[in-house]
């Protein structure tokens, strides 16, 4: 199987320059479950820089199955 990666090595991405958004917003939290947005927003604005794409896409994936971390490994 191919190994497929989203995460960029050396490039920096910003925002177009038609991009109508004058600022970012922190995502609404709903009262069930953590949402897919307000995961991936605390492990990035928490940890700054420490994670990849693809552990943040992982951790949102072993969060909304209920992974163990003894299954991670196998999962990823």
Known sequence: ?????TNYENTFIEVA???PAVS??????KAEARTI???EFEMI????YQYTS???LFQV????????KSEYEEAR
């Open 17 to 19: 320059e038609d991009c």
């Open 1 to 5: 199987m191919k190994v497929h990666t």
């Open 54 to 56: 693809d552990d943040v």
């Open 37 to 39: 947005a307000a995961i």
């Open 24 to 29: 970012g917003e922190i995502p609404k939290q």
């Open 61 to 68: 994936f072993a969060d909304k199955n209920d992974l163990t």
């Open 45 to 48: 604005s928490k940890h700054p």
